[in-house]
């Protein structure tokens, strides 16, 4: 009943620039953190960074002070600003976020939503 659609992604040269970008649609009531994840091949899915609704973030050490996560609360968006970016950070990137939506049957749902996950490769 709720579903996070990515855009953004890519290729681009060791040292540029992308944007990421998710929108939560559905009858949502309430969303509380919202992320990234990544996931190389052959490698589990790791967290990215992530931002609360009260826009409190939290970022992998491999990516501080080189990513920015943001969220627009009234769209239901959160998007992620990529620079420097590096051969090592090529993976597919999932959004993911906490939602609490109104389910079928008219009831309350908590859903812990992904993304269908965009690929970012960086390489010369």
């Known amino acids: 009943q709720v579903q996070l659609m990515e855009s953004g992604g890519g290729l681009v040269q060791p040292g540029g620039s992308l944007s990421l970008s998710c929108a939560a649609s559905?009858?949502?009531?309430?969303?509380?953190?919202m992320g990234w994840y990544r996931q190389a091949p052959g490698k589990e899915r790791k967290l990215v960074a992530m931002?609360?609704?009260?826009?409190?973030?939290d970022y992998g050490d491999s990516v501080k002070d080189r990513f920015t996560i943001s969220r627009d609360n009234a769209a239901n968006t959160v998007s992620l600003q990529m620079n420097g970016l590096k051969p090592e950070d090529t993976a597919v990137y999932y959004c993911?976020?906490?939602?609490?939506?109104?389910?079928?049957?008219?009831?309350?749902?908590?859903?812990?939503?992904w993304g269908q996950g965009t690929q970012v490769t960086v390489s010369s």
């Open positions: 993911h976020a906490n939602i609490l939506a109104i389910g079928a049957d008219s009831n309350y749902v908590a859903f812990k939503s």
């Open positions: 931002i609360t609704s009260g826009g409190s973030t």
């Open positions: 559905g009858r949502i009531l309430r969303i509380d953190e």
